[in-house]
């Protein structure tokens, strides 16, 4: 599922998933990402953005009964021998909501997301500067390693984060990592410790078992659960109200997508949608936000999310590097955003329109005029999403670039690979700070005779 524009019939549809509110949680709200409210949370968490082995499982005691029979390993991440995740069962009997409720409970997760931006305007404590606000949605735990536990999520739920926080059933809360993100896809793969996670805690989680999104027919009833409003797991139900649509966001198009009255509420992102069997069958990704409009949100089908975490899965677990040690790029460019390409017929992604002389860029295959599509296999669509991976990427590991390179009235898929440095900028201002504090070192140590004269 990406991001296009195909001339379909397209709805104006919002990324309910967030909700915003103070770090303490003491008061949070739905944001409407199609409101000038939160495109100035967006905008403010782009510009701190732009500012800088699988195991079988053999915790027994995260299986409930008879759920041995869907364990298959190497089924989602294919080329690892030793992944152990649920997948499609070819028979299962229908439930009630709520047996599949409380079967699919310890499946999903509560997450928040603290993000830095900066605030304009004048305030108690000043004009401008930086403040912090938690953001709230959902995930489903999707699989687990020797090491660590997989959940899967929405782009838009961790983007600009400083610190993820997951929330199981029994209330447990544990810091997460991202693991690999798809800003196209609108889906993201983040990763808990198991050391960091309570006995009680793992015995009382399941993984998801994913059902055949292809088989739903528009009629057929679904369950949401998710966290609504970032009070916790809540259950709503409805039925299939449509499949294989196309929907745009302030972010772009959205296609394929499964249409569900079962209410998607802020919050909700990033949650499970499920079948009468208590399949995971989607991932809640957005909702119709109009007051002439009711019943209409909107759902990832199972079968595309599996391709995308297929590959996000096999992600290093990476958090963000110190500034002094990040990977550094060293091009200029600009966001070929879904409007843009459109009107001048090119594609989405990071435009490059200019490479510094003598950075890793120009010591690299990559050319002007190039639209970057993917960085390390993720696929990003804007210079803020980019710069996000970047800051988990640090100077000498060597990443691959896919992008998109003119020819002619056509563009090719070309792969650049490209070993990161140390941004020559910063290290020049690390460089003079030392200086300065070595001088003012100086100075102090010499006054000190004339404090004693004194």
């Known amino acids: 599922m990406y991001r296009h524009n195909l001339g379909k019939n397209v709805a104006a549809i919002v990324l309910s998933a967030l909700v915003f509110g103070s770090v303490s949680g003491l008061a949070m709200v739905g944001v409407n990402r ?23 499982n053999n915790g027994a005691d995260t299986m409930t009964a008879g759920q041995e029979n869907n364990i298959i390993s190497n089924a989602l991440f294919s080329g690892n021998d030793n992944a152990t995740v ?35 305007g004048y305030s108690i404590f000043g004009n401008g500067g930086e403040t912090e606000a938690a953001a709230s949605g959902s995930g489903v735990i999707v699989g687990k390693t020797d090491s660590e536990l997989l959940i899967v999520t929405n782009h838009h739920v961790i983007e600009g984060s400083t610190e993820l926080s997951v929330q199981f059933v029994d209330g447990e809360s544990v810091a997460a990592e991202i693991k690999g993100e798809d800003s196209s896809a609108d889906l993201a793969v983040i ?27 528009v009629g057929d009833q679904v369950v949401a659960i998710g966290n609504a409003l970032g009070y916790g797991q809540s259950v709503t139900t409805g039925i299939i109200s449509a499949k294989n649509r196309d929907v745009e966001t302030g972010e772009g198009t959205e296609s394929g997508l499964l249409q569900t009255d079962a209410a998607i509420n802020p919050g909700n992102s990033g949650g499970a949608l499920l079948n009468m069997e208590g399949q995971l069958i989607g991932i809640n990704v957005a909702k119709y936000s109009s007051t002439d409009v009711e019943g209409m949100g909107y759902s990832i089908p199972s079968n595309i999310a599996k391709e995308v975490i297929n590959t996000l899965a096999l992600k290093e677990t990476r ?41 890793a860029a120009a010591n690299s295959d990559l050319q002007e005029k190039d639209i970057i599509v993917k960085f390390d296999d993720q696929s990003v669509t804007s210079l803020d999403d980019m710069q996000e991976l970047l800051n988990r990427y640090a100077a000498g590991e060597t990443i691959n670039l896919t992008v998109k390179r003119p020819y002619g009235s056509e563009y090719e898929d070309v792969t650049v690979s490209i070993t990161l440095t140390t941004d020559p900028d910063k290290a020049a201002d690390r460089r003079q700070n030392a200086s300065d504090n070595a001088e003012n070192f100086r100075n102090f140590v010499q006054g000190i005779p004339q404090y004693f004269a004194n």
């Open 34 to 56: 199609a409101s000038e409210s939160i495109e100035a949370h967006a905008e403010a968490a782009a510009d701190v953005a732009a500012s800088g082995t699988f195991a079988q």
């Open 86 to 120: 649920r997948t499609t069962s070819t028979t299962g009997a229908v439930k009630s909501v709520t047996e599949i409720a409380q079967g699919a409970m310890p499946q999903v997760v509560s997450i928040t997301n603290t993000i830095r931006y900066k605030q304009y």
């Open 191 to 217: 990763a808990v410790k198991l050391s960091d996670m309570s006995k009680d805690t793992l015995s009382a989680i399941e993984i998801a078992e994913f059902g055949d999104s292809d088989a739903l027919q």
């Open 319 to 359: 958090a963000k590097v110190s500034e002094e040690n990040r990977g550094y790029l060293g091009i200029q460019a600009k966001t070929i955003d879904s409007a843009t390409a459109e009107a001048y017929g090119m594609v989405e992604g990071v435009y490059v329109y200019k490479i510094v002389e003598g950075s």
